[in-house]
C-alpha cells in the first residue's frame, strides 16, 4: 500500500521523464536532474515506499542530491513525507530561520533571458514504427596513442510523426581482438587531433554530438564532445584539455544543451585559459547552423553562460525554487579593448533577421529537412516577389519610353531583346542539361527569371511549366503564380525523405569535383609518363566510385609507389578529406585503416604566404608604438621584446632595415617616419574587414531594396551603399 507523497513523487516524475519501470521493490525513472534530455538512458533514479516511516525514498543512483532531483520537477523535500514534519519539543518559540536570497544558475538565467522553459520539454510522441533500427553512423574513440578504446553507434528508425535515434556504446578488448557492448574510458571524441590543436596553441570547440563534431571539422575548426549524451561530460574528460589557451563551448539550442554548457564550463576551471560560450544563429545546433547558410563567426556568444558576454540584471528566483550551486566558470581572458570584446553582440553582427520563427526542433528527433524545406520554400518566395517587381519595373520604363523620341525607343527595345534573348538562353541551357543536376540556386534563379520574362516569351513560359513540375516533384513546394505565393505540400516525414535525396544529390556532386580535381594534381606532375598517369587516374576512379577510407589509403600506396612526392599525395589527401562524403568505418578495419583529416592534412602542407612577408605590416605598428612611448618616457621593454619576436622570422636585409629605423626612432623620438613597408597588408585586420562587410552587406542590400518606399534622396543613400 502506497501513500499520498508516493502517489506525488510518481505523479510528478512521470510528467517529466515518463513512466517508471518496476525493479524489484523499486520504481526505477531516468533521473529529471542529469537524464531529462529526451534522449535515451539507461534509468539511474530509483523510488520507493517506507510504510514504517509514511515517506517515500528517492535515490539516484548516479549521485544527484535529492533537493535537486525534486527542485527539477517542481516539488520540495517536504513533499517525500506523508504528512509534514511536525517541530520537536521546545522548538515552538525557535525564532525562524533567516531566508537568504536565492540565487539560480547561470543556465536558469540564460533560459529565462531567452523565454525557454527551465526544464527540458516532454518527448514528442512518434506514433508506432514503420521501419527497422539502421545503423547509420559509427563514430570511433581513439586514444592518445591513436588506439581504439571504443566506439559509439548511431541507429535510426522510422516512426508515423517522424524519425527517432539511439546510442549505444561498445569497447574494444584487446585480448579477443573485437567490439563489445558496453562503455569504455571517458576519453573524449578525436583525441589524437585534440591534444595536436592544444600543443600548437589552437582553439578547441565542445560540441553536444559526433555528428556536430564531424560538422565542425569540415568547417576547418577541431573539435570535441562525449559519448552518452549531454549529461554524461565529467571532469575526466576535461583533464584532456588541461592546457588549451581558448575553449569554445557550442550549446545546443535548448534546456538540455545550455545545463550541460555550464556543467562543462564548471569541469574546466583552472584548466584552459579562456572560455566562450556560444550557440547557433538559427537552427539547434552547429550542423543546423552551418547548413543553414551561416558561417562560424556567426555563432551567438550566450548570455548569462559566456563570460566575455555583458548580460541585463540577473532574473529574479521564484521563490519556491531552492538555490542552485554557484557554478565556477574557467578564468577567462580579458581582451585590452572591453569595449568591443564584452556585451551583448549588436544586431547587425546577428544573422540576417527571418520574419517566420525557425520550425520547432524536437530534441530527440533531427529535423533539419523542415528548416531545409522552409529554406527552400522562402528562396523561392523571395525570388516570386522579385520577377513580379520586375515585371512592374518593365511595364513602367515601357511607359516611360513612350513619351520618348522614337531612336531613344528603339535603342530601349534593342536592349530589352538583347535581355530577353540571354535569359532565354541561360534557360533552354540548364533545361537541355536537366532540372535534376541543376544546384537549388540554379533552380530558384531560373523560376525567377522564367516567371519575370514568361509574358513576353514563350520559351520563358514553356521552362516555366517545367520547372512547376520540377520543383513540386524535388521540392514538394507548389508555385501559385496568380498569388505570388509559395505553398510547401510536404509533411515532416517527406521534408525529411526530401532533405536526405538533396543531401545526396550534393554529396555526389562533391564526389565527383574531388575526383576532378585530384586529376587535374596529377596530370600536372611532370615527372610521371603517361602509362603512370592513367594508373593513377585508374585509381582515383575506384576512389569516387567508394569514397572510403580503405580506397583513400589504396590511392595513397599507389601515389607512394610512382614516387609522387609527399606534398602532392597531401593534397590529394586533404581534397579527398575536404570534399569527401564523412565515412563510415567498416568494423573490420578499426584500428588499421587510418581515416583522414582535412583539417590535419592543410597544416602538413607548405604555407601560403612567407612568415617574414606576413609579418611586415606588424613590424611596422609595434615600430609606432615604440616611438610613442619613448616619446612620452614610458617603459619599451615589452614592445621590444615584441619586436624581437616579430623580426626573427624576416631575412636579414629586412632586419637590418627594421634596426636602423629603431635606431633612428631613438635619436629623434619626435620625428615623423614613413612606414617601412607602406605596400604591405595586415591580413587580420583585412580579414576582419571582410567578415564585417559580409554581415553588413545583406542588411544593406535589405535596405536597398526597400529604396522605392523612401523619399528621394534616402533612397539614393541606400543605393549607393549596396553599390559600395
Not at 61 to 72: A, H, I, K, P, R
Not at 232 to 251: D, F, M, N, Q
Not at 270 to 275: F, S
Not at 337 to 356: I, R, W
Request: charged share 25%.
Amino acid at each position: 500500500m502506497y501513500g499520498p507523497s508516493y502517489e506525488r513523487i510518481t505523479t510528478a516524475l512521470e510528467s517529466a521523464v515518463g513512466p517508471g519501470r518496476p525493479s524489484g521493490s523499486w520504481m526505477k525513472f531516468c533521473c529529471p536532474s542529469h537524464e531529462g534530455d529526451g534522449r535515451h538512458h539507461k534509468p539511474s533514479l530509483a523510488i520507493k515506499y517506507d510504510q514504517n516511516q509514511q515517506k517515500t525514498v528517492v535515490k539516484c543512483f548516479s549521485g544527484c542530491d535529492n533537493e535537486q532531483v525534486l527542485e527539477t520537477v517542481g516539488l520540495r523535500v517536504r513533499d517525500l513525507y506523508d504528512k509534514a514534519p511536525q517541530r520537536g519539543p521546545g522548538r515552538e518559540h525557535a525564532p525562524a530561520r533567516r531566508v537568504r536570497p536565492q540565487r539560480i544558475s547561470r543556465a536558469d538565467q540564460a533560459l529565462a533571458a531567452e523565454g525557454m522553459p527551465l526544464t527540458q520539454p516532454k518527448k514528442k510522441e512518434l506514433g508506432h514504427q514503420t521501419s527497422s533500427w539502421r545503423t547509420t553512423a559509427t563514430y570511433p574513440y581513439m586514444r592518445p596513442d591513436g588506439s581504439v578504446a571504443g566506439e559509439v553507434i548511431r541507429k535510426e528508425a522510422a516512426f508515423e510523426s517522424g524519425r527517432d535515434k539511439s546510442f549505444h556504446q561498445r569497447r574494444w578488448n584487446t585480448e579477443t581482438g573485437q567490439m563489445e557492448r558496453g562503455g569504455f574510458e571517458p576519453v573524449p571524441f578525436q583525441l589524437p587531433q585534440v591534444l595536436e590543436q592544444i600543443a600548437d596553441g589552437g582553439v578547441i570547440y565542445i560540441c553536444e554530438g559526433e555528428k556536430d563534431v564531424l560538422s565542425a571539422e569540415r568547417a576547418g575548426l577541431t573539435a570535441t564532445t562525449n559519448a552518452g549524451g549531454a549529461s554524461s561530460w565529467t571532469p575526466a574528460h576535461a583533464k584532456w584539455l588541461t592546457g588549451a589557451r581558448t575553449v569554445v563551448i557550442v550549446a545546443d539550442h535548448d534546456v538540455a544543451g545550455y545545463r550541460r554548457a555550464e556543467r562543462v564550463m564548471g569541469t574546466l576551471a583552472g584548466l584552459v585559459g579562456r572560455v566562450r560560450v556560444v550557440t547557433a544563429a538559427t537552427g539547434k545546433d552547429l550542423t543546423d547552423h552551418l547548413q543553414l547558410g551561416h558561417e562560424i563567426a556567426e555563432l551567438v556568444p550566450v548570455p548569462y553562460l559566456d563570460p566575455e558576454t555583458r548580460s541585463a540584471a540577473a532574473p529574479t528566483a521564484p521563490s519556491t525554487t531552492a538555490e542552485a550551486p554557484p557554478v565556477s566558470a574557467a578564468p577567462s581572458h580579458v581582451p585590452e579593448n572591453t569595449a568591443t570584446a564584452g556585451g551583448p553582440v549588436p544586431e547587425y553582427m546577428l544573422a540576417p533577421s527571418l520574419n517566420d520563427a525557425a520550425p520547432d526542433h524536437s530534441p530527440d528527433v533531427d529535423t533539419m529537412g523542415q528548416h531545409w524545406s522552409r529554406f527552400t520554400q522562402m528562396l523561392l518566395q523571395q525570388m516570386l516577389q522579385w520577377a513580379a517587381k520586375q515585371v512592374l519595373a518593365r511595364k513602367a520604363a515601357a511607359e516611360t519610353m513612350a513619351l520618348r523620341d522614337a531612336q531613344e525607343r528603339r535603342e530601349a527595345e534593342a536592349r530589352r531583346a538583347a535581355e530577353q534573348k540571354a535569359v532565354e538562353a541561360r534557360l533552354a541551357a540548364l533545361s537541355k542539361r536537366g532540372w535534376d543536376n541543376a544546384s537549388r540556386t540554379e533552380v530558384a534563379e531560373a523560376v525567377r527569371d522564367s516567371v519575370e520574362w514568361s509574358a513576353d516569351s514563350e520559351a520563358a513560359k514553356k521552362v516555366l511549366a517545367e520547372l512547376n513540375t520540377h520543383v513540386q516533384q524535388r521540392f514538394g513546394m507548389a508555385l501559385d503564380l496568380e498569388t505570388g505565393q509559395v505553398r510547401s505540400t510536404v509533411t515532416p516525414h517527406l521534408a525529411e525523405a526530401l532533405y536526405a535525396a538533396e543531401t545526396e544529390r550534393a554529396g555526389s556532386w562533391r564526389v565527383r569535383r574531388a575526383g576532378d580535381r585530384m586529376v587535374e594534381v596529377v596530370a600536372q606532375q611532370a615527372a610521371l609518363d603517361q602509362s603512370e598517369k592513367e594508373v593513377l587516374y585508374a585509381q582515383i576512379k575506384a576512389w569516387r566510385d567508394d569514397p572510403s577510407a580503405a580506397q583513400l589509403q589504396a590511392l595513397s600506396k599507389a601515389l607512394a609507389e610512382k614516387k609522387v612526392h609527399e606534398r602532392v599525395r597531401t593534397e590529394i589527401r586533404f581534397i579527398a578529406g575536404y570534399l569527401g562524403p564523412d565515412a563510415t568505418m567498416p568494423l573490420e578495419q578499426l584500428g588499421t585503416v587510418a581515416s583522414v583529416n582535412p583539417a590535419a592534412e592543410l597544416r602538413k602542407l607548405p604555407p601560403l604566404v612567407d612568415a617574414g612577408e606576413e609579418v611586415k605590416p606588424r613590424v611596422d605598428e609595434l615600430l609606432v608604438r615604440y616611438q610613442d612611448r619613448l616619446r612620452h618616457g614610458l617603459d619599451t621593454r615589452q614592445v621590444t621584446a615584441e619586436l624581437s619576436e616579430a623580426v626573427a622570422v624576416m631575412t636579414e636585409e629586412d632586419r637590418q632595415s627594421a634596426r636602423e629605423r629603431g635606431k633612428a626612432i631613438r635619436s629623434n623620438p619626435s620625428q615623423q617616419f614613413k612606414k617601412l613597408w607602406p605596400d604591405h597588408v595586415n591580413r587580420d585586420e583585412l580579414a576582419g574587414d571582410l567578415r564585417m562587410l559580409a554581415v553588413l552587406a545583406p542588411q544593406v542590400e535589405r535596405q536597398a531594396a526597400k529604396a522605392g518606399d523612401m523619399d528621394a534622396t534616402t533612397a539614393t543613400e541606400m543605393r549607393k551603399k549596396a553599390n559600395l
